[in-house]
């Protein structure tokens, strides 16, 4: 039988041995948490990336449907214009300088329509947010304007 001093001398033996395999179990541990968090960061990246595409097709959308409007906004104050010039030519010198009014209204939304269009145009993802609140603005004002009008 073995003595109780020998038991212990073995136990100790033993312990620094459990020691060392825990530690090392601690650190593989550690290392698939390291791991872990590696993929955690790598998911967030990917997640911040994919919300950035997808914020800047919502921008190109938004900006694209503006340049839309404008453009027939554009198009419709042309063709106004072009019309109003026309009716002008037989118009009483009376009733010419109501229309010279009208005309000179349209040109400076025609300027306005052109300067926004510019804006737009030059627009970037990070000023979009002030630039829609401005252009939404300006689109209402115009749409009423054309409105009445009509």
């Known amino acids: 039988m073995k003595s109780i001093l020998e038991i212990i001398t073995q136990s100790l033996a033993v312990v620094p041995v459990g020691l060392l395999i825990l530690g090392m179990g601690l650190g593989m541990t550690s290392c698939n948490s390291d791991s872990s968090a590696k993929d955690s960061v790598e998911e967030v990246k990917e997640d911040l990336s994919d ?32 019309q109003l010039n026309e009716e002008m030519k037989d118009a009483s010198s009376s009733a010419r ?5 009208t005309i000179d209204d349209i040109q400076q939304k025609l300027s306005d329509l052109e300067s926004k269009m510019n804006e737009l145009k030059n627009a970037t993802a990070d000023k979009w947010k002030e ?7 300006w689109k209402n004002s ?3 304007s054309m409105e009445s009008e009509s």
Do not use: G, R, T, V
């Open 142 to 144: 115009m749409e009423e």
């Open 51 to 82: 919300a950035k595409d997808e914020a800047m097709e919502i921008f190109e959308k938004e900006k694209s449907e503006f340049q839309e409007f404008m453009e027939d906004s554009k198009e419709e104050l042309e063709s106004e214009l072009a």
């Open 97 to 101: 300088s109501e229309y010279q009014e």
């Open 131 to 137: 630039l829609k609140n401005s252009l939404a603005e």
